[in-house]
């Protein structure tokens, strides 16, 4: 029965990414729907409508799949394996390292290649907090203190850095705010390439949160594996959440609450709720995109914002419908 | 046999077990007895390999451990039997269970009489279910020595006697268990081989004949027992 | 009725008062926007000018000139102990002065949203340093360069402060002005505050005939989006010429003018 029902969900699911997709590619100001898309078959390459899918709308929807995708994949194995519904992908210091590798790239390297920066940033953060909580006996909770205490580091030093020069303030702050670079050092097709090498190795480790989810005691008579899944969960977490770094600048949000919305209608299955987590997280990416560059036409307003105007009172409305299942983490 | 010879352990600086000896029996129901803080749970862990000794050795002879801590808390939005299969999971390449799998769960389920439970959701489940569901998920992780700390304090005097009616069909499945319990009575019906620790760490270990003894007794809780046997059934009572 | 019109008046005779005796004497200033210190020096008032900001580098005596921060962030400290009577701000550096408001430092915004502010600024400046006659020959020179100039046939230019997020001219930025001025139009000359960020679909849709961008930007996709267009790459003294509301105006115009 409940499987029936997690079946449902998941192709509802899947039919809102379909109109997600539809709406963040063939809608806009002004926009004639599919019939944009048939009209640039017949049009010469350099129709501005045709411009526009190319060279716009169509790497920005696979970003916001990449990146929502992600996220939701990211938050998922972090929540899962501290077992701590407020563990955030960005947990392990990656939303510094990357803010860090962004602003650097920007200032010294003067460069549209900042994405490319932030990715090395955001892996190179996480893979650092994640040796100094190995340092001396490993545990989750000095993971999230390490990871804490990294954020206001780097945090400190971007502010440093914005703050020594201002004239690229403005521009630093809204690349901080989430969005998409129109950069090609790595073409869209690789990325796409290491977005699935993602999704399959996120494939290989999602069952074993089904085991993880067992209570962490028992767990103890299982050392060897526990150790070995909740440090790849960790990594993979870090890997998936720099990608989206590398999409999207740093979306907050997404990592929390499209793990919890599902898990509010899927239960405890991560079979599941992998599924539903790359649908979910990649819709509310691309409709807050469309949002974005709908919403105060012409003007442009930061993805990140509009994720989190959109996506708290979604959250807060779920909460509210369906919140018991938080009871759990209470229980002894 | 399971043998543990001259043990030493200690917490950082402080002493804890001082060389000490006991073995546990195969295939038996083992009960370790004691008051709070003589290190019972500390005993148990170190059985399982959880805690390290400094000195001595403990020899389970070659049996797969798994140990129920007291207190556990359960994943919600999954049916029991979805928690059950939770500990397939644990192998390498696992999408889906195969039907071997699902057939030792639903044996399982049946076994321990909670098979009508399978599709009820963790969270409408009864304490006495639940703790059934544990030892369940000792069995199908292939574990033949159950190391249950304190299994039954939180049920009622029905759910108790439901768990350990089930631990003791488990003999015949010949799988091993040392338990820890506080009520003497429960531990004379079911166990067949008791170890006591008394409050300076010394342990008494022997068979229930020997044990059940006002003087073993006396030792390890420092009060005085009488023991009343009735067609081979023994019974605890606190002396006035 | 009358107490309280007799201490009105005679809080205002002391203000006047002060102000003018302010003026008698030549005032010490810091300047905090490049453009005004251009100003600045091109009326001739420079030995007033006690510090600067750092992005302050035209003229090139300027540059001996002490540091006082920048638009963002500004040395508070030195600018107690230099103790100067007034601080020359941009109007979007508000808010950062709030500790200055007991003190003897007075600040002064400058709001250079056209042409016409920017005359405003010039005779403001002048009267301050008492350079009225330098400052108004300033703008008179300026209005005589701009008058000389012949606009052009009307080219729809797109200007892009920034590619990436793409910020362009609004209608509140004086750059529209020269454009206009220069006989073109700026496409974003419809967008409401000074230099919003828009969504690059916007500007394609405009189909503008140049493309001119910024000194400091790489040319990320501006050349696949804009496939059949002029695009102007400007070099570092091109953007502080054109993006500074200052006396080299004119030359902003005339690049405009002949950029294509």
């Not at chain 1, 563990?87 to 200032?107: F, H, K, M, N």
């Not at chain 1, 979604?314 to 018991?324: P, W």
């Not at chain 2, 270990?205 to 046997?229: A, C, H, M, R, W």
């Not at chain 3, 109007?91 to 405003?120: C, V």
Request: aromatic share 12%; net charge positive.
């Amino acid at each position: 029965m409940i499987r029936n029902k997690r079946k449902i969900f998941i192709l509802i699911l899947f039919i809102i990414f379909l109109l997600a997709l539809y709406i963040a590619i063939f809608a806009g100001y002004n926009d004639n729907g599919i019939g944009m898309f048939i009209k640039t078959l017949n049009l010469s390459d350099n129709d501005s409508d045709s411009i526009i899918l190319k060279l716009l709308r169509y790497p920005r929807a696979l970003k916001s799949i990449i990146a929502g995708s992600c996220l939701a994949l990211a938050g998922l194995f972090m929540q899962s394996v501290s077992k701590n519904p407020l563990a955030e992908p960005y947990i392990t210091g990656v939303s510094s390292g990357a803010g860090l590798g962004i602003v650097i790239s920007v200032l010294y390297f003067n460069s549209s290649n900042y994405s490319l920066f932030g990715f090395a940033g955001a892996l190179i953060s996480s893979l650092a907090v994640i040796c100094f909580a190995g340092l001396n006996r490993f545990s989750i909770t000095k993971l999230i203190l390490t990871g804490l205490a990294v954020n206001l580091f780097a945090g400190s030093l971007i502010s440093l850095f914005i703050l020594t020069n201002p004239q690229k303030a403005q521009s630093i702050l809204f690349i901080l705010s989430g969005g998409f670079n129109s950069s090609n050092i790595i073409s869209d097709k690789t990325l796409f390439f290491i977005f699935i090498l993602g999704i399959i190795i996120s494939c290989y480790f999602i069952p074993k949160l089904n085991f993880m989810r067992i209570d962490n005691g028992i767990l103890s008579s299982f050392k060897k594996e526990k150790d070995i899944y909740t440090l790849s969960a960790i990594i993979i977490s870090a890997f998936l959440t720099s990608l989206s770094v590398f999409a999207a600048g740093i979306l907050g949000f997404i990592g929390i609450i499209i793990p919890q919305i599902t898990k509010m209608f899927i239960g405890n299955d991560y079979r599941y709720l992998f599924f539903a987590n790359i649908l979910a997280g990649a819709s509310l990416v691309l409709f807050s995109d469309y949002l974005s560059r709908v919403l105060f036409y012409p003007l442009q307003i930061p993805l990140g914002l509009v994720i989190a105007i959109t996506g708290a009172p979604v959250f807060v409305f779920f909460l509210t419908k369906k919140g018991d299942i938080f009871s759990s983490y209470d229980r002894n | 046999m399971i043998e543990i010879n001259n043990l030493s352990f200690s917490f950082g600086e402080t002493l804890f077990f001082n060389n000490i000896n006991v073995s546990f029996h195969k295939n038996k129901i083992n009960v370790i007895l004691g008051q709070n803080g003589t290190g019972k749970t500390t005993l148990l862990k170190l059985t399982a390999n959880l805690l390290k000794p400094q000195q001595g050795s403990i020899n389970i002879c070659d049996m797969q451990a798994f140990y129920l801590p007291q207190k556990t808390s359960y994943i919600s939005g999954i049916t029991l039997y979805e928690y059950l299969s939770s500990i397939f999971f644990k192998q390498k390449f696992k999408w889906i269970l195969s039907r071997n799998e699902k057939n030792q769960i639903n044996w399982i389920l049946y076994e321990l009489e909670i098979y009508e439970k399978k599709d009820i959701l963790t969270e409408n489940l009864s304490g006495g279910e639940l703790q059934k569901a544990n030892i369940a998920l000792g069995l199908l992780s292939g574990a033949n020595l159950l190391l249950l700390d304190e299994p039954v304090s939180n049920l009622d005097l029905v759910n108790q006697i439901k768990v350990f009616n089930i631990i003791e069909k488990l003999k015949q499945l010949s799988v091993t268990t040392i338990i820890i319990l506080h009520d003497l009575n429960l531990a004379a019906r079911y166990g067949d081989f008791f170890a006591g620790i008394d409050k300076y760490r010394n342990i008494y270990g022997s068979d229930k004949e020997n044990f059940f003894t006002p003087e073993i007794l006396q030792k390890i809780y420092n009060i005085s027992f009488s023991i009343v046997k009735n067609n081979g059934e023994i019974n605890v009572q606190i002396s006035k | 009725m009358f107490r309280f019109l007799n201490k009105f008046l005679f809080i205002i005779i002391i203000f006047t008062i002060s102000n003018t005796t302010c003026l008698a004497d030549n005032p010490s200033i810091i300047s905090l926007s490049p453009a005004i210190t251009e100003i600045i020096y091109a009326i001739n008032a420079q030995n007033d000018l006690i510090a600067v900001s750092t992005t302050c580098d035209y003229p090139q005596e300027v540059k001996t000139k002490a540091k006082a921060g920048d638009s963002y962030f500004i040395d508070k400290e030195k600018i107690i102990r230099l103790n100067p009577d007034y601080i020359f701000l941009n109007e979007s550096s508000k808010g950062l002065m709030n500790e200055f408001n007991n003190t003897n430092i007075k600040p002064i915004y400058f709001k250079s949203n056209s042409i016409n502010d920017i005359y405003k600024n010039i005779l403001l400046i002048g009267k301050i340093t008492n350079k009225n006659f330098q400052a108004e020959s300033l703008v008179n020179k300026i209005k005589k360069e701009l008058i000389k100039i012949e606009p052009g046939d009307k080219k729809q230019i797109l200007y892009l402060v920034q590619t990436n997020p793409m910020i362009t001219i609004g209608e509140k930025s004086f750059i529209t002005d020269l454009i206009a001025k220069s006989g073109n139009i700026s496409v974003t000359n419809n967008l409401k505050s000074d230099y919003p960020v828009i969504n690059p679909e916007y500007a394609i849709k405009l189909k503008p005939d140049i493309v001119i961008v910024n000194f400091d930007n790489t040319s990320g996709n501006i050349k696949q989006l804009f496939p059949n267009t002029q695009i102007i790459f400007l070099k570092k003294e091109q953007t502080d010429i054109i993006n500074r509301p200052g006396p080299r105006i004119y030359q902003a115009v005339n690049f405009f003018l002949q950029s294509y």
